[in-house]
């Protein structure tokens, strides 16, 4: 195996690295929101709209970026008492974004505005102009050969932006707008208090968790622990959680409200995290529960049906079904990606006759090159290294399959799969609570700032138990040169017999249980 033997001194260098460009920063170091271009043309226009009482709408998106953006605007327009209205486009009905879609629900507005959307939208945007509204992008997105025409545009994506960080999501330019809005208008508004929401977003829009987006987490995740929100309250409840880390956020909360833009409507979800009491948010908190495990149910199937599709020695794993829901084929391809351990692409037939669906990537591969080399076959493209969107002819989809490889082929990949986030092959007799403590100091964990893995060989399965209602999950007593350990694998049905010698590839965590606290290895792989 290509791991070097490591220790925790050379653990706390290379987690250290990670930050060597811009170091370990806090609130105090957060860029002004006029550094980006055109926030203070937005803010004067909005300020004039609020002082000359004009009707304001607002257009948000479908998933937890999008949705807690709005509930950003939402909550800091009833703050200081104006009326806005907020319109989140329905995955089905509507499609993405600012589109043409939703201009009879706009006509007689004053002013619209985006949040995490509309960098593209520019037919929405002549049509604002033609039906005389004026009309403010705020997007994070990559910027297009051709831009919408606007009166302001924010994204600090643009090239002539003096933003210095490119990597932040809709939620925390929503967060400036609010911070630039508060400033003009002169409201005493505790622009820290919506922190919690927007690292929420952070986290699960995957932006990486390094500079400012690492601050604002770090004073998210304390603010969200202390939260007198009723929705946060109510899923801390849910969840049996005295304190929320950035996987619980990733893995729990996330998951849930994406479920509602994924099946049905994600107002649902603003008007959750806009609860003004417990007992609100607990009955809405149930609904999207409802919509996640339905969710899981539909994404359970389809996973199941598709993997039976997959051609194996393919190096780009592409599949079709006919009536698979759009609103989770991404998921599938992930959890396809995982298993085979190679990119994957997941379609599904729409209503026109065509494919249309995601692609995830997986380890080197940078997925929205490899793709964009196929264009000429594509109907829709977009995306980026890891994740795609894309939509084709049903004619066009065997040469598809075929080009992909080609392409993929040419990149010339390494077959060498390093996982990058293994740190190094670890001893049994370093892992206790000192190195937890060393690891908790470089938290919250995320997108570019991966929780450490690491590997040991040379491990006796000393005992192995069923875990779960399904007997799903497995729990083991591992050792290593004399030293136990004790671990834990999820998602598994397979077979592991007492006395082997495996090779293991984990993450460790402290188990908190019957008031005692023990150290558990989270297992990922063993072979």
């Known amino acids: 195996m290509p791991y070097p033997q490591i220790t925790p001194t050379q653990i706390a260098q290379k987690l250290q690295r990670r930050f060597s460009k811009d170091g370990h920063l806090s609130l105090a170091d957060l860029p002004k929101p006029s550094q980006f271009k055109d926030m203070d043309r937005a803010t004067a226009r909005i300020v004039k709209a609020i002082h000359t009482g004009e009707k304001i709408m607002l257009i948000g998106d479908y998933d937890v970026d999008g949705v807690v953006s709005t509930t950003l605007m939402a909550m800091f327009f009833d703050e200081i008492g104006v009326e806005l209205e907020w319109i989140i486009p329905n995955r089905f009905r509507d499609g993405y974004g600012l589109s043409p879609n939703l201009m009879p629900r706009v006509e007689g507005f004053d002013l619209v505005f985006t949040v995490d959307n509309g960098i593209a939208a520019v037919e929405a945007g002549k049509m604002c102009r033609e039906m005389g509204i004026d009309l403010i992008i705020t997007d994070h997105h990559i910027v297009p050969a051709t831009v919408p025409e606007a009166y302001a545009i924010v994204d600090q994506k643009q090239e002539e932006c003096p933003f210095p960080y490119e990597e932040v999501c809709g939620?925390?330019?929503?967060?400036?707008?609010?911070?630039?809005?508060?400033?003009?208008?002169?409201?005493?508004?505790?622009?820290?208090?919506?922190?919690?929401?927007?690292?929420?977003?952070?986290?699960?829009?995957?932006?990486?968790?390094?500079?400012?987006?690492?601050?604002?987490?770090?004073?998210?995740?304390?603010?969200?622990?202390?939260?007198?929100?009723?929705?946060?309250?109510?899923?801390?409840?849910?969840?049996?959680?005295?304190?929320?880390?950035?996987?619980?956020?990733?893995?729990?909360?996330?998951?849930?409200?994406?479920?509602?833009?994924?099946?049905?409507?994600?107002?649902?979800?603003?008007?959750?995290?806009?609860?003004?009491?417990?007992?609100?948010?607990?009955?809405?908190?149930?609904?999207?529960?409802?919509?996640?495990?339905?969710?899981?149910?539909?994404?359970?199937?389809?996973?199941?049906?598709?993997?039976?599709?997959?051609?194996?020695?393919?190096?780009?794993?592409?599949?079709?079904?006919?009536d698979w829901h759009e609103g989770v084929v991404g998921i599938?391809?992930?959890?396809?990606?995982?298993?085979?351990?190679?990119?994957?692409?997941?379609?599904?037939?729409?209503?026109?006759?065509?494919?249309?669906?995601?692609?995830?990537?997986?380890?080197?591969?940078?997925?929205?090159?490899?793709?964009?080399?196929?264009?000429?076959?594509?109907?829709?493209?977009?995306?980026?290294?890891?994740?795609?969107?894309?939509?084709?002819?049903?004619?066009?989809?065997?040469?598809?399959?075929?080009?992909?490889?080609?392409?993929?082929?040419?990149?010339?990949?390494?077959?060498?799969?390093?996982?990058?986030?293994?740190?190094?092959?670890?001893?049994?007799?370093?892992?206790?609570?000192?190195?937890?403590?060393?690891?908790?100091?470089?938290?919250?964990?995320?997108?570019?700032?991966?929780?450490?893995?690491?590997?040991?060989?040379?491990?006796?399965?000393?005992?192995?138990?069923?875990?779960?209602?399904?007997?799903?999950?497995?729990?083991?007593?591992?050792?290593?040169?004399?030293?136990?350990?004790?671990?834990?694998?999820?998602?598994?049905k397979e077979v592991f017999h007492i006395g082997e010698v495996v090779s293991v590839i984990y993450g460790i965590n402290e188990n908190h249980f019957n008031n005692r606290i023990t150290l558990q290895l989270m297992v990922e792989k063993i072979f």
């Not at 908190?285 to 393919?314: G, H, M, S």
């Open 171 to 322: 939620a925390q330019i929503a967060w400036y707008l609010i911070a630039s809005l508060s400033r003009a208008l002169n409201a005493q508004i505790d622009l820290k208090g919506y922190l919690g929401l927007v690292s929420i977003a952070i986290i699960a829009d995957m932006m990486p968790l390094q500079h400012i987006n690492r601050a604002m987490v770090k004073a998210g995740l304390q603010l969200l622990n202390r939260s007198e929100l009723p929705a946060i309250k109510a899923f801390m409840q849910r969840l049996d959680k005295v304190v929320l880390n950035a996987e619980d956020i990733g893995f729990q909360i996330a998951p849930v409200l994406n479920s509602a833009g994924r099946m049905d409507d994600a107002k649902w979800s603003v008007e959750f995290l806009l609860s003004s009491n417990i007992y609100d948010a607990r009955v809405r908190l149930e609904r999207l529960v409802e919509f996640n495990e339905n969710r899981k149910a539909i994404e359970q199937k389809i996973t199941d049906e598709a993997t039976k599709q997959v051609e194996i020695n393919d190096d780009i794993l592409v599949v079709a079904g006919e």
């Open 332 to 492: 599938v391809a992930a959890r396809i990606g995982r298993h085979f351990e190679k990119p994957c692409i997941v379609l599904t037939r729409d209503e026109y006759g065509d494919f249309k669906g995601s692609g995830r990537s997986f380890h080197v591969c940078n997925l929205f090159k490899v793709t964009s080399l196929c264009r000429p076959l594509l109907k829709k493209f977009g995306g980026h290294e890891a994740a795609i969107g894309l939509s084709l002819e049903a004619q066009n989809l065997e040469q598809f399959k075929q080009e992909i490889q080609q392409h993929y082929q040419a990149q010339n990949y390494s077959k060498q799969l390093i996982d990058p986030d293994i740190l190094g092959e670890l001893s049994f007799s370093d892992i206790n609570f000192e190195l937890v403590n060393l690891l908790k100091s470089f938290e919250p964990y995320g997108q570019g700032n991966p929780r450490p893995k690491f590997i040991s060989t040379n491990v006796i399965i000393e005992d192995v138990n069923e875990m779960g209602k399904e007997k799903e999950h497995r729990r083991f007593t591992l050792s290593q040169n004399g030293i136990t350990q004790q671990a834990v694998l999820f998602k598994t």
